[in-house]
């Protein structure tokens, strides 16, 4: 009887032990992107321009669904999970039309290691899916109370956008509806009619994928009020209501919104008329070029491959890490920049980089040989190969 009555606290401590190493699941809970690392490349930070792409998975029965979004379009498809073991199938990135150039490349990189994940890796809040020699590092968020939800139904206008601690004067009209988790922004600012469709993420964040709209050039203030909300609208925002005022916070900025008198949905924007403006004209030559030749000297190694493509009357690439692209023209045989490319702007080691952007900006002269592209600028040679 003593020995029986000494087994019993030992198999109670040892049944809690086993209980209390189970391990964590990743499903339910809404993760957000926090790193990226492509096989035989560095851990790499999104930069707060950029909207993180997030994930969700679900029980549904016995199968497993995948949900979220690659940061500029939806995320959709199935999977299996089996203790570690995490497949990932069927992932649909939908359209990447209505991505902006420096979104490109972390989508193709993130539905890239998605589908080659093999298992996960969960520490509290943070989550790693294991692709091979690549990795994805999540944070996860606790889910908002209903009640908390709920309060912020209804119609808002937005009052003041605020970048980098500057206020950005907004010329146009734009409106939020917020209903449960959907979320949707309508309007003008600057020249352009603006569309988002939102969510609501895990940790009770907004978040705004795809966004689109019509693409007519604006004058100086009105483009600089689009970009300034494009940029904030891409990122996770995170709401507060005070009163009729809410304000939504991100990492580039914030945009303070009024609840409308009705609580409806969207303001129908004042129309806008721009004034025309022509085109750039069409380059001399067109394609992809990866860099051969940095100043007589061989292309150093870098995270990417470094590469110019020249399409219609846009450039756009790769700087050794980070994406860029905007708009430009031919001139006199110089390649002239329309304003500043925009970059993905990822936290990138000094020597995964090289300052490609800094040459195109500076006007560079352009030759083309056959399949060899020359861009000259200030000391600098850069020679590229047609891929």
């Known amino acids: ?231 904030l609208l891409r990122g996770p925002l995170t709401p507060a209501l005070s009163g009729t005022t809410l304000t939504l916070t991100g990492a580039a900025g914030t945009l303070t919104l009024t609840r409308s008198a009705t609580g409806a949905g969207p303001v129908s924007p004042a129309p806008v008329s721009p004034a025309p403006v022509t085109p750039p004209a069409a380059p001399a030559v067109s394609g992809t070029y990866r860099l051969k030749l940095l100043d007589g000297q061989a292309a150093p190694s870098t995270f990417r491959p470094v590469t110019l493509t020249l399409d219609g009357a846009r450039v756009g690439g790769t700087d050794g890490c980070n994406s860029f692209g905007g708009a430009y023209s031919l001139k006199g045989g110089r390649l002239l920049v329309d304003g500043p490319l925009i970059s993905t702007r990822m936290m990138c080691p000094e020597d995964q980089t090289l300052p490609l952007l800094s040459a195109l900006e500076g006007g560079p002269t352009l030759r083309v040989s056959g399949r060899t592209l020359t861009l000259t600028a200030e000391e600098q040679t850069w020679v590229f190969e047609k891929e």
Request: glycine residues 14%.
């Open 1 to 231: 009887m003593c020995a029986l009555l000494t087994a019993l606290p030992l198999a109670a401590s040892l049944t809690l032990a086993v209980l209390g190493t189970a391990a964590a699941s990743p499903v339910g809970t809404t993760w957000t992107l926090q790193s990226i690392q492509v096989p035989g490349g560095v851990p790499i930070t999104p930069g707060p321009a950029l909207a993180r792409p997030t994930l969700r998975l679900d029980t549904s029965g016995a199968a497993l669904r995948v949900s979220g979004s690659t940061g500029c379009s939806p995320l959709t498809g199935a999977g299996t999970l089996k203790g570690q073991a995490l497949l990932l199938r069927g992932l649909q990135g939908g359209s990447s039309a209505t991505c902006p150039d420096a979104a490109l490349s972390l989508r193709e990189d993130y539905l890239s290691l998605l589908a080659r994940t093999t298992r996960f890796e969960q520490s509290g809040s943070t989550l790693t899916l294991v692709a091979g020699g690549g990795r994805l590092t999540f944070t996860g968020g606790a889910v908002t109370s209903s009640s908390a939800v709920a309060a912020l139904d209804g119609g808002y206008v937005a009052r003041r956008l605020t970048l980098g601690g500057q206020d950005v004067p907004l010329h146009g009209l734009l409106s939020l509806t917020v209903s449960g988790p959907q979320l949707a922004v309508t309007g003008v600012v600057g020249c352009n009619t603006l569309r988002a469709a939102g969510t609501r993420l895990g940790s009770g964040q907004f978040q705004f994928v795809p966004l689109a709209g019509t693409r007519m050039l604006c004058s100086a203030p009105q483009a600089q009020a689009e970009q300034a909300l494009t940029t």
